[in-house]
């Protein structure tokens, strides 16, 4: 009785999930002046599923980002994107996937995709997989959101994989990732970070060399808007890392309008702390006009949690992009808890953009 009971409940749990959590949504190259309909508040566990459905000309659009440095050294970095953004691309293309590979010191190697013939995201469980068909990229990721792959096949420049194992719960900007949780961080801007820390392993090859490091500190998110994103940024800071048994996210923005937003993400050992959309406070210090590390030299932050307060401070290493005013690069982070142990140190990425 009891056997069949479970029979019974296995086969309607089967059908139950499979036609509610599969899905499958193929996005065009092109854009279209159609209606759109964008998704703003989390109906769902999939953080990564599409969020913008009919991609207008003057949008943004949406992206799917990846980055991992290397845990020993913040001279071995990678940074990937997945987009569907005629901002980045064209009006008619524009599905394509770049990444910049950093292999040493002076050692930044970049490919950008052919534009592809279709994206194809095919959600399972929690997990979004996707295919940008005919460039040799592709990631992919388990039922429950532990691991993702990112792989890159031929044609694509730079070949090899990028596996990111989750040590930190995903968040929205202002909260954990909660159904009927808001995932807009700005009026029209959409984000959510799926994975905000993971043990990484990279095992890439670039014309002949291999570029690879295993346990680096990985990072994943999405960004959409149905505006351009001139019109939703005049400037941002974004950082991550990890401190010891803290792993910390911090993005500070100015909107076009002048109003100020910030979001922090504290977690210990897999467990989420503190989602703070205020209290959050960040410093930059300038660097020398003659540097080769772009305007910014170090970044102080600090994040409430719980009755407590994490203070990271972020020197700037190296820089991976510098472009049109979008400058992405690595760092050291130092710090831990206020009046609690502070000589935690860590390999961490930033990025920042300014309005011209
Ligand atoms: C996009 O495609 C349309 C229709 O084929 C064409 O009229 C238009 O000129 C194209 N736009 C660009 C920027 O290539
Ligand atoms: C590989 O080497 C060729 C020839 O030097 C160069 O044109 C190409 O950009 C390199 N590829 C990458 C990904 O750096
Ligand atoms: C999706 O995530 C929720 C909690 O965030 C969890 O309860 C559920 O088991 C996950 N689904 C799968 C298929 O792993
Ligand atoms: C920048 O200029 C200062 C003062 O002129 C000099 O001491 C320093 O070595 C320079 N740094 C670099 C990276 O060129
Ligand atoms: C970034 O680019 C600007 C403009 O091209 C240039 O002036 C600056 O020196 C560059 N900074 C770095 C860090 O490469
Ligand atoms: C961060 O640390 C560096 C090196 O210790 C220090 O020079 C800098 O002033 C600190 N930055 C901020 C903004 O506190």
Known sequence: MKLLYRTITLLFGISITSARSTSSVIIPPATSNGPTHTEFIASSKSLNSPKIFNVQP??????????????????????????????????????????????GPDKVYTAISKFAEFAELNTHGNGTSGIWKGTGCSFSASEDMSTMTVHFTHPFEITGSVVLRAVAPPHYPCSPADIGASMEFLPHFGWNNAFPDAKTNVD????????????????????WADTSLEDVFEHYIWIHGRLGPYSIVVWFITGSDGTQKTSGYVSKDGELLSTPCSGVTIETEAAAPNSTIGPIQSFSVEIPFENQVIVANLTVNNVLINESNLVHGTGIIRGGVKDGRMDYSGSAAFEHLTSV
């Open 58 to 103: 003057t949008m943004y659009g949406q992206a799917w980002s990846f980055d991992a440095i290397s845990s020993k050294d913040p001279f071995y970095s990678i940074f990937a994107v997945f987009s569907a953004s005629p901002e980045y691309a064209s009006v008619n293309n524009t599905l394509d996937v770049f990444i910049y590979v950093q292999a």
């Open 204 to 223: 890439l090859k670039v014309n002949g060399t291999q570029v690879k490091f295993e346990d680096g500190i990985g990072y994943q998110d999405l960004s």
